[in-house]
Nanobody
Framework: QVQLVESGGGSVEAGKSLTLSCAAS????????LGWFRQAPGREREGVAI????????NYGDAVKGRFAISRDNAENTEYMQMHLLKTEETAMYFC?????????????????????WGQGIKVTVSS
């Protein structure tokens, strides 16, 4: 059973930066896609960033391209998402997510329904 634990959320002013972390455990050498979705009040959960830990291919949501960066520390089994130039509308619960994939996957799936494992979520508040 894959377990995901988020950390690093909090409050920040618009235009500033914040880094989220997700520690993953419970899987061995299987390739896995790890990443983040977010959900603001009254809105659907949307994809933010995903990385294939085997190929290092990354996908970003259109709203965050050029501002967010996802990375992976294999030694620590932890992924990081650096968020820069944050906007007030990005206030949301951020969820770490994961999906075990076969070797034929070069990238990752992107739909919320594709993912099997979820963290508890962590709150990010961006104030003006």
């Amino acid at each position: 059973q894959v377990q995901l634990v988020e950390s690093g959320g909090g409050s920040v002013e618009a235009g500033k930066s914040l880094t989220l972390s997700c520690a993953a455990s419970g899987y061995t050498t299987s390739p896995i896609c790890l990443g983040w979705f977010r959900q603001a009040p009254g809105r659907e959960r949307e994809g933010v960033a995903i990385i294939n830990t085997r190929t290092r291919v990354m996908n970003y949501g259109d709203a965050v391209k050029g501002r967010f960066a996802i990375s992976r520390d294999n030694a620590e089994n932890t992924e990081y998402m650096q968020m820069h130039l944050l906007k007030t509308e990005e206030t949301a619960m951020y969820f770490c997510t994961g999906k075990l994939v076969d070797d034929h996957w070069y990238g990752c799936p992107t739909a919320v329904t594709d993912f099997d494992y979820w963290g508890q979520g962590i709150k990010v508040t961006v104030s003006s």
